[in-house]
C-alpha cells in the first residue's frame, strides 16, 4: 500500500473515532495520533477529540501545541495542526490562557508564488477569540491583548479581536470597539466587522453613531455601514438608511443605499422602494427595482 493511501486509511479511522464513544483505548489511540510526525494525522486527531470531548488529552494536545509551534512549518504547514487543535481547546472550553497567548503571537512565514505568506492569521484570530473564556485572566488583561490584536498585520485578526470584544460585557468593549471604528483601519471589511459588533453590543442604541459611517467619505466604509445597519432589521436603522440615501441620492455609487435597504427585508422598506419605483425619476426607480431584485437572489 502506498504511503498516501496508509495517511487516508489512518485519517478515516480517527474520523470514526471521533464518531465513536470515549473509552480508555480510544483515547490511547488519539494520543499516539496527536505525536505522529504528519499534521493532517495531529489535525484529524484533534477534531476527533473535540468531538468526544475528551478532558483528559488537554495536557497531549498542549504537548504537541508546542512541538509544532517550535518546528513552524517544516512539521505543520498552513497551520493546520495548531488551529485544529486550537479550536479543540476552545470548544472544549480550555481556561488556561498561556496557550492560547503563545498562539497569538505566531507568526509562520511560508514560500508562496512571488514571495511569503504569513499562513497563521487564521491561527492567531482564533485563539484571539479563545482568550475571552479564560477564567485566569483578569478582565482588563484580556481587553489589552485584545487591543494588540487590533494592530495585527492581518485583517483577519483584527476582525477577530472586534468579534472577540464583543463576547465580554459592559461599557469598556463598546467603548473600544468606538475608539477603533473612529481611527479607522487600512481595510474596510474591518470596520464593517468593528461596526457589526457594537451594535451586536449595544443594540438601538449604537445606530446614531454607526448612521455617521454613512456619511463617510470613503464609499466602502459608507456600504459597510449601510450593510451592518440593513442586517439588523431595526426600524430605526432602516430610517437611517432611507435618510441618507434622500441626502446622498445624487452621490456617485449612491445606489447601494437602495440595495442595503432591500437586504434590510422590512415591509416599510419595501414600501418605500416600491414607491421609488412608481413615483421616483426613472434613474431612481431603475435603481430600486433592481435592488429588490439583487435581494431576492
Aim: a neutral charge; hydrophobic letters at 45%.
Amino acid at each position: 500500500m502506498s504511503g498516501k493511501r496508509v495517511l487516508e486509511k489512518r485519517l478515516e479511522e480517527l474520523r470514526h473515532l471521533g464518531q465513536a464513544s470515549a473509552t480508555p483505548e480510544t483515547s490511547g489511540i488519539l494520543a499516539k495520533a496527536l505525536a505522529d510526525k504528519s499534521n493532517l494525522v495531529v489535525a484529524q486527531a484533534a477534531k476527533a477529540i473535540a468531538a468526544l470531548r475528551v478532558q483528559s488529552l488537554v495536557p497531549d494536545l498542549i504537548a504537541a501545541f508546542e512541538r509544532l509551534l517550535q518546528d513552524g512549518a517544516a512539521s505543520d504547514p498552513q497551520c493546520r495542526a495548531k488551529l485544529a487543535i486550537i479550536n479543540t481547546l476552545k470548544s472544549i472550553e480550555h481556561a488556561d490562557s498561556a496557550i492560547f497567548l503563545r498562539g497569538m503571537s505566531h507568526i509562520q512565514w511560508e514560500p508562496v508564488w512571488g514571495g511569503q505568506e504569513d499562513t497563521a492569521a487564521q491561527l492567531r484570530g482564533t485563539c484571539a477569540l479563545a482568550l475571552v473564556q479564560c477564567r485566569g485572566l483578569t478582565r482588563e488583561r484580556i481587553l489589552q491583548h485584545l487591543v494588540d490584536a487590533f494592530t495585527d498585520r492581518a485583517e483577519s485578526v483584527r476582525a477577530d479581536a472586534a468579534r472577540a470584544l464583543e463576547q465580554i460585557e459592559g461599557h469598556e468593549p463598546a467603548l473600544l470597539l468606538r475608539f477603533k471604528a473612529r481611527i479607522g483601519d487600512a481595510k474596510s471589511r474591518v470596520t464593517g466587522q468593528v461596526l457589526e459588533s457594537l451594535l451586536n453590543l449595544e443594540g438601538a442604541e449604537a445606530i446614531p453613531f454607526i448612521k455617521e459611517f454613512l456619511n463617510s467619505g470613503e464609499s466602502e466604509v459608507s456600504e459597510e455601514a449601510a450593510l451592518v445597519l440593513a442586517a439588523s432589521r431595526l426600524p430605526q436603522a432602516l430610517s437611517a438608511l432611507t435618510h441618507a440615501w434622500s441626502e446622498h441620492r445624487n452621490r456617485p455609487n449612491a445606489d447601494f443605499f437602495l440595495r442595503a435597504i432591500a437586504l434590510s427585508r422590512l415591509p416599510e422598506a419595501a414600501a418605500f422602494l416600491e414607491n421609488l419605483i412608481q413615483n421616483g425619476v426613472e434613474r431612481e426607480a431603475k435603481a430600486a427595482k433592481k435592488a429588490i431584485e439583487a435581494s431576492n437572489r
